[in-house]
């Protein structure tokens, strides 16, 4: 069955770095665009990150633009997210997702994401 597994979360003080993982199975990884979004206690998931299924075209959410970098590698069917410059209100719930997509495309909104991993835990202290 279809499973996306996060992994790399924890706690780190503010300016530190962290990088998430997640892993892909039971679909064609390289027929969806990913995606990470974030929800923080009391607030809803919002977006952080997508890439396109050519992997060649990434978004960022201004919060994040300049700190976050979202990469792939189709070969072992993995998901990075690269965080650095940490702040408190990083702090959240991060998931991974997968929406199937044309090739060039890359997804924005919660809806249109297929598939949802199960969260990994990012906590900053100031």
């Known amino acids: 069955q279809v499973q996306l597994v996060e992994s790399g979360g924890g706690l780190v003080q503010a300016g530190g770095s962290l990088r998430l993982s997640c892993a892909a199975s039971?679909?064609?990884?390289?027929?969806?665009?990913m995606g990470w979004f974030r929800q923080a206690p009391g607030k809803e998931r919002e977006f952080v990150a997508a890439?396109?299924?050519?992997?060649?075209?990434?978004y960022y959410a201004g919060s994040v633009k300049g700190r976050f970098a979202i990469s792939n590698d189709n070969a072992k069917s993995t998901q990075f997210l690269q965080m650095n410059g940490l702040k408190p209100e990083d702090t959240a719930i991060y998931y991974c997702?997968?929406?199937?997509?044309?090739?060039?495309?890359?997804?924005?909104?919660?809806?249109?994401?297929?598939?949802w991993g199960q969260g990994t835990q990012v906590t900053v202290s100031s």
């Open positions: 997702a997968a929406a199937r997509s044309a090739y060039y495309e890359l997804q924005i909104a919660r809806s249109a994401y297929d598939y």
């Open positions: 039971g679909f064609t990884f390289s027929r969806y665009s």
């Open positions: 890439i396109s299924r050519s992997r060649g075209k990434t």
